[in-house]
């Protein structure tokens, strides 16, 4: 299954449940929200944000026009310099694990 597949599906369970005035807890995946979000460990709790003003530092949950769902944060002002933070920050991230599943199949 492609991850616009699962995006499809949890969209749908998760739209009604939204526009509903639920509050719906996710476990994201994916490298891109490092170190803010660290999976599989931390998760993320999701609400409507109808009558709410977006701010930089709020966390975002949207549809690509592919169906896949994306988590971001708003952080308009580093925005020049984000790809020197963020993508040092991922490289670690994606050394860090793969050092440890290497250690895991060792032992």
């Known amino acids: ?9 949890l969209y749908e369970k998760l739209l009604p449940l939204l526009q509903n005035g639920n509050e719906v807890e996710i476990y994201p995946s994916g490298t891109s929200m490092f170190p803010l979000i660290n999976p599989p460990n931390d998760s993320v ?5 109808k009558d709410t003003r977006l701010k930089s530092g709020d966390i975002i949950l949207y549809r690509r026009e592919s169906g896949l769902l994306v988590l971001h944060r708003l952080w308009l002002m580093l925005r020049p310099v984000r790809p020197l933070i963020s993508r040092p920050l991922g490289t670690l991230w994606r050394n860090c694990t793969r050092r440890q599943n ?4 060792q032992n």
């Open 45 to 49: 709790v999701l609400r409507s944000i």
């Open 1 to 9: 299954m492609t991850q616009e597949e699962k995006s499809k599906q």
């Open 102 to 105: 290497n250690q895991r199949r």
